[in-house]
């Protein structure tokens, strides 16, 4: 079955820097593009970034452009969320998935808390 297990979520300082990562399986991940949610305490889930199938293309929420940079890795199906310059708004349960309008299950996610 299609499973997520992200990892790589931590307490850190203001301005330091995380590397999420999502490995993936039950699903052939190099055919489909893929996303990085995240969801704060009290607020929806929001889609934070996302990566075409071949990683070539990109793309960011206003709040994070400049500072996060997604990419993956189709020999090992798995994606990545490089996170610099982090701030407190940036707390939040990290979640990988695909289009969430597919339906597949949600893992886990990875806590990130930014704070001083």
């Known amino acids: 079955q299609v499973q997520f297990v992200e990892s790589g979520g931590d307490l850190v300082q203001p301005g330091g820097s995380l590397r999420l990562s999502c490995a993936t399986s039950?699903?052939?991940?190099?055919?489909?593009?893929m996303m990085w949610y995240r969801q704060a305490p009290g607020k929806e889930r929001e889609l934070v970034a996302s990566v075409a199938d071949t990683g070539g293309t990109t793309n960011y929420a206003d709040s994070v452009k400049g500072r996060f940079t997604i990419s993956r890795d189709n020999r090992k199906n798995t994606v990545y969320l490089q996170m610099n310059n982090l701030k407190p708004e940036d707390t939040a349960v990290y979640y990988c998935n695909a289009d969430e309008l597919i339906g597949w299950p949600w893992g886990q996610g990875t806590q990130v808390t930014v704070s001083s």
């Open positions: 039950g699903f052939p991940f190099k055919f489909y593009p």
